[in-house]
């Protein structure tokens, strides 16, 4: 069982920087694969990013790629989300989420067990 818990949410205005952390509970965070994801108001959730559990190999959507940097501390059991150069469009909940998985299908929601429970990011223009 993993607990995950969200934190650094906020409002920012365009073109600002935000990290969300994500410590987890538990003594096997390293064999956990990590990833955040989004839902914006009226939309489904969708992938934005995952670091794999064995190599550290990372994989960002396109919308992402190249201003999102997702990150792990197995030491202390967190998963960060650097985001930089944000748009309105990323304004959403982001969550993030813990799996066994590895490969190159991290992108699937339906992989990952346990969720955080989300928190805020609103970007304005």
């Known amino acids: 069982q993993v607990q995950l818990v969200e934190s650094g949410g906020g409002s920012v205005q365009a073109g600002g920087s935000l990290r969300l952390s994500c410590p987890a509970s538990g003594r096997t965070f390293s064999t956990y694969t990590m990833g955040w994801f989004r839902q914006a108001p009226g939309k489904e959730r969708g992938f934005v990013a995952a670091i794999s559990w064995n190599d550290g190999s990372t994989y960002y959507s396109d919308s992402v790629k190249g201003r999102f940097t997702i990150s792990r501390d197995n030491a202390k059991n967190t998963v960060y989300l650097q985001m930089n150069s944000l748009k309105p469009e990323d304004t959403a909940v982001y969550y993030c989420?813990?799996?066994?998985?590895?490969?190159?299908?991290?992108?699937?929601?339906?992989?990952?067990?346990?969720w955080g429970q989300g928190t805020q990011v609103t970007v304005s223009s």
């Open positions: 989420a813990a799996s066994h998985i590895s490969g190159s299908r991290l992108y699937i929601e339906g992989l990952y067990a346990y």
